[in-house]
């Protein structure tokens, strides 16, 4: 599929978005992202990851830009659909207890996969110095906005916008936390018992 516009199918889901061979592409330049860095990612150093002859990374996307673009597109496209399914699953009435149980299996679930973590941090923070970079993290931030103010919303609609940066950069906090302890025992600990205090402070109704 070559000539694929990846921007365009950022919307769908990544079973409708890619080919085999993209997501095989992508899923590569993870790896290679999370182990040697923005310095060791190459199309050549993704084609050999991915077993694939020289020039097939190119081939789909030919600039070391367009392969960046593409990469932080896939990473972020996979939180969002992730936390969009939780913001299902947590309608309804708030519930602090809930919401931490859904959280903390949500960071569990990405912290069991510290290759696409690092891949994202990683993009995240080159996000700082490159405009299509960033305008890929701005919009799955907004989204992610929407959703948090929206959960906020249910049980403290007057202060919703106004917690919901502060929740989210919260979160980034504890789960880059959660990512240096050194066991996972540590880790669960950690992120349970920071994921209470937060939401109780944020997302629990307040008693006048």
Known sequence: ???ENWLSLAPLSHAQALSPRMRLLLDSAVQVLAAHGLRGLTHRAVDAQAGLPQGSCSAYLRTRQ???TALATY???GVREEIAAMSLRL???PDTERATVETGAMFAAWLNEPNTLLARLELSLEATRSPELAAVFAEQRA???DLVTDLIARSRPDVAAELADTLI???DG???EGFRKSTKAQRDEFITRAL???LTSTVAPTIS
């Open 66 to 68: 367009a392969l960046l």
């Open 75 to 77: 990473v972020v496209t």
């Open 1 to 3: 599929m070559k000539g």
């Open 91 to 93: 309608d309804g009435e």
């Open 196 to 198: 209470r205090t937060l």
């Open 169 to 171: 950069a919260a979160l």
């Open 143 to 145: 989204a992610l906005t």
């Open 174 to 176: 504890v789960l880059i």
